[in-house]
């Protein structure tokens, strides 16, 4: 194996740990042992009625250790496959050049109106990108329900001091040079993204101070327009108001003037009218007292009288005609003085207004220019309101995106206090079998050691090979993992090659010595319970 730096800490997972209800010790003489009799019931032992099957002999095994990272990256552990089977992908979008922007409109603020320009023709400068780039991590695995069982057992590691003797210690693919490139990379990236985060909200802090500095101008141009017209304006309506109370004076003058002239003509008027109505009553009574002499005359057959009665009324009826038109045209007359009184007064009041407006001329002048102006620049700072917030807003939505993307990196891993770089490895067993038709390889992974109860009695009973329940898979993930180890030597040819050699050197029954250590296991699973003494023997056997 390649060494690594001194800032690297190598240590070892262990293969089984205890359950807990087991109490017995379980040493490594015990574990290969069982190891040995778990890959002997997994040896094919030929035979077949219709097809036969051939026979495997066990060509090795030997505990190989599988190489793992540990790193940190801003309090996030990062795990990486030694082997780099495996590759994450971390997606993020592009954004605009936010100092390109800044720049420019630094160059562009030197005046409102560059800087209106300059708002104008970037307000989509920062429009949601749609370009998106994504950076591989070699190796890096970020399967949640792995961490979560890999990560707990780190306290169970023991850190490794020496050479891991009679074991194959897989070199990995994925060096101390590589992970630390990686890191770097993936600092970097993470210090782009966060400068680039960091200049967004600058850029918006710069962008609305720039703005609010403009608006302030253009508050205190406006403040200075209303000062210095506002004083012309109070000179104007000062020296305009004198002759504007002047023309109302000769106006009042003249409407009164002219209103009692009218009010006198109607008075006369109105008096004659009440004479002719007075009079048309006397008549309509004279006129009714005939008709009633007229009725007692014919009633008394009073031919002489009655004539006369009659020619008195038809005189009286004659004098109520004329009186009636004398009072339509009074009325008439009396219409027409009003309306020409109404006439007057409005040619009166229109000279009058016509006056005022010429008197209130230069005041009007003025008072329209300090509008218009004012106008101006409120347009101008709307449309800088509108502009800004329009950009803000965009920048806004990038700085979510970025922080969205920082967020990503704390996925990549679990919270890791610790700061040094681990090299940590994963032991499991691989047998190898071979017969006339190739080589087969077995892994057992790490387990947990369980006790003799009752039920693996139980099945002893019934026939079955109770060391089988010995060891337990102690994870799911990692196990799903490690069955792949077999495919990796199939797929290349020279690491096979490689894992055979070491393999067989590293054989648990290469050497008489390593035979000996378990065939001393062998015993003290007998004694424990998981084997008959007949069985017991047949391992033995094997092991001659």
């Known amino acids: 194996m390649k060494s690594v730096s001194q800032g690297t800490i190598r240590s070892i997972l262990p293969f089984s740990t205890l359950s807990e209800n087991r109490r017995e010790p379980f040493t490594k003489k015990i574990e290969r042992a069982a190891i040995f009799c778990l890959a002997e019931l997994e040896r094919a032992k030929g035979g077949g009625l219709v097809l036969k099957q051939p026979s495997e002999k ?38 605009p050049d936010i100092q390109v922007f800044l720049d420019n409109m630094r160059s562009s603020s030197k005046t409102r109106q560059a800087y209106m320009t300059f708002l104008s023709g970037n307000v989509n400068y920062f429009q949601v990108p749609s370009n998106e780039e994504g950076k591989v991590i070699d190796g890096l695995i970020t399967d949640r329900e792995f961490l979560d069982e890999f990560i707990p057992c780190l306290s169970e590691a023991t850190p490794i001091k020496t050479s891991l003797s009679n074991m194959v210690t897989v070199s ?15 600092q970097n990236l993470k210090s782009k993204l966060v400068e680039e985060l960091d200049a967004l909200y600058t850029g918006m802090k710069l962008i609305n101070a720039k703005t609010e500095s403009f608006m302030k101008a253009i508050r205190n141009e406006i403040k200075k327009i209303e000062e210095e017209l506002g004083k012309k304006i109070e000179k104007c309506k000062a020296s305009m108001t004198k002759e504007v109370d002047e023309i109302r004076r000769e106006y009042d003058e003249e409407v009164t003037e002219y209103s009692k002239t009218v009010e006198e003509e109607l008075f006369s008027l109105q008096q004659e009218k009440i004479k002719l109505e007075k009079t048309k009553e006397q008549l309509t009574r004279e006129i009714d007292h005939c008709e009633a002499e007229i009725e007692t005359c014919a009633i008394n057959k009073d031919d002489v009288s009655e004539h006369k009665w009659r020619e008195e009324k038809n005189k009286l009826k004659k004098q109520l005609s004329e009186i009636e038109t004398k009072a339509k045209e009074l009325d008439k007359n009396i219409k ?31 008072e329209s220019s300090r509008d218009a102006k004012i106008r101006i620049y409120q347009e101008e700072m709307e449309k800088f309101e509108e502009l800004t917030s329009s950009v803000i807003d965009q920048i806004d939505k990038l700085a979510k995106l970025r922080e969205k993307s920082i967020d990503e990196f704390d996925k990549l891993g679990v919270p890791q206090k610790r700061r040094k770089r681990f090299s940590i490895y994963i032991p499991f067993y691989l047998a190898c079998y071979q017969s006339d038709s ?85 015993e003290m699973l007998k004694e424990e319970g998981w084997f008959s003494e007949k069985k017991y023997e047949s391992f033995s056997q094997m092991l001659t």
């Open 58 to 95: 066990l060509a090795f095994i030997a505990e190989v250790c599988y190489p793992f990272w540990l790193v940190t990256l801003d309090k996030i552990g990062l795990l990486f496959d030694g082997l780099s089977t495996t590759s994450q992908t971390l997606a993020y979008l592009t954004i």
């Open 172 to 186: 990995p693919t994925l060096n101390e040079s590589s992970i630390a490139c990686i890191m770097e990379e993936l």
């Open 336 to 366: 027409e003085v009003k309306d020409d009184k109404n006439l007057k007064i409005f040619e009166l009041k229109s000279e009058r207004d016509a006056k005022i407006k010429e008197a209130t001329e230069d005041l009007v002048e003025i």
């Open 438 to 522: 190739g080589k087969r390889y077995v892994h057992f992974s790490p387990s947990i050691v369980t006790n003799v109860s009752f039920s693996v009695k139980f099945k002893g009973a019934l026939g079955k090979i109770k060391i089988k329940q010995l060891l337990q898979p102690r994870f799911k993930k990692i196990v799903s993992f490690l069955s792949k180890f077999p495919l990796l030597m199939e797929q290349n040819a020279v690491f096979n090659r490689e894992m055979n050699e070491a393999c067989a050197k590293a054989n648990l029954m290469r050497t008489k010595e390593s035979r000996e250590s378990i065939k001393e296991g062998l």
